[in-house]
């Protein structure tokens, strides 16, 4: 399914406000329109709903990813491999091993321009890290998981 498929992930959101789904179809835009050629992975999870972007069909591959939490509605603007990139600016948030993220409010407030570079070498890092070379899609929209049981849910 290409980008323009968004039947799967319209329904994984739609319990959220109605500025959060904007804010993040806005997102989603966003990394689209600069890595047509990448696969999106969507997962609607127990705590979250993620999707993310590939240049393969699996997770591991992953460069960066939009995640919306179930409880707080936060909107995270992530890089899979984000210890492994600079971010000489200190913007992103997280000690863990590997995931770096940044809250994204509103559009006004996005740094745009510092994401679109963190992207580039984000997504260089992960075409590095691929085991198999083989792109077996291209611009798809992959629905990966869904959770019957939703963190918040009646």
């Known amino acids: ?17 109605k500025e959060v789904k904007e804010t993040a179809l806005w997102l989603r835009e ?5 890595y047509p050629g990448c696969n999106e992975l969507i997962y609607d999870n127990y705590n979250a709903v993620a999707f ?3 240049p393969s069909d ?3 591959d992953t460069f960066c990813s939009i995640a919306v939490g179930r409880t707080s509605h936060n909107v995270h603007f992530g890089f899979y491999w984000g210890s492994k990139i600079a971010d000489p600016e200190k913007l992103l948030l997280g000690k863990g091993n590997q995931y770096r993220y940044i809250l994204v409010k509103n559009k006004k407030d996005f740094p ?9 070498e984000a997504y260089a890092y992960s075409l590095a890290k691929m085991k198999s070379p083989k792109q077996p899609l291209k611009g798809a929209t992959i629905t990966k998981s869904v959770s019957l049981k939703k963190r918040g849910a009646k």
């Open 1 to 17: 399914m290409p980008k323009e498929e968004l039947k799967d992930l319209m329904k994984f959101l739609k319990p959220f406000p």
């Open 30 to 34: 966003f990394v689209w329109e600069l």
């Open 52 to 54: 993310g972007w590939s």
């Open 58 to 60: 699996k997770v591991g």
């Open 112 to 120: 745009a321009t510092y994401i679109k570079k963190l992207l580039k």
